[in-house]
C-alpha cells in the first residue's frame, strides 16, 4: 500500500492565520497525528492537504483560491508507492496549486 512520507504546505492563509512553510515528515509512512487547539486549523490543514488528491475542492464551502496568498501557495505530498518483491520502494511527488488558483498534478 503506498505511504505518504512527506508533506510541504507553503503560502496559505486563512482568518487571522497563515503557513509560511510547514514540511510534515512522516519518516517512511510511519503513523502521525496532527494535535492542535479548537479553531487551530486543523480541518484547514487536512483540506489543503487534499487539494493534492481531490484537485478544486472547497474548503468548507470556500474556494480554495481564497486560501492563497499573494506570493505562490504549494501543498505536496510525497509518497512511497510499493515496490515488487525484488524492488525498492518508488518515490512520487504530487503537487497542486499556485497564486492563480490553477492546479497542477505531476508525477
Same mark, same amino acid.
Given at each position: 500500500m503506498p505511504k505518504i512520507n512527506r508533506i510541504r504546505l507553503a503560502n496559505f492563509r486563512w482568518?487571522?492565520?497563515k503557513i509560511?512553510?510547514?514540511? &510534515?515528515d512522516f519518516?517512511?509512512?510511519a503513523n502521525a497525528e496532527l494535535c492542535l487547539e479548537n479553531g487551530g486549523?486543523?480541518?484547514?490543514? =487536512?483540506? &489543503?492537504?487534499?487539494?493534492?488528491?481531490?484537485p478544486g475542492a472547497k474548503v468548507s464551502s470556500i474556494p480554495i483560491t481564497d486560501y492563497?496568498? =499573494?506570493k505562490p501557495s504549494l501543498a505536496a505530498i510525497e509518497w512511497i508507492l510499493d515496490g515488487g518483491r525484488n524492488e525498492k520502494p518508488q518515490h512520487y511527488l504530487?503537487?497542486?496549486?499556485?497564486?492563480?488558483?490553477?492546479?497542477?498534478?505531476?508525477?
Open positions: 482568518a487571522s492565520q509560511d512553510h510547514l514540511l &510534515l519518516y517512511g509512512g486549523g486543523k480541518t484547514v490543514l =487536512e483540506r &489543503l492537504i487534499f487539494q493534492c488528491v481531490c492563497l496568498s =499573494e504530487d503537487r497542486c496549486g499556485d497564486v492563480q488558483g490553477r492546479h497542477n498534478r505531476r508525477g
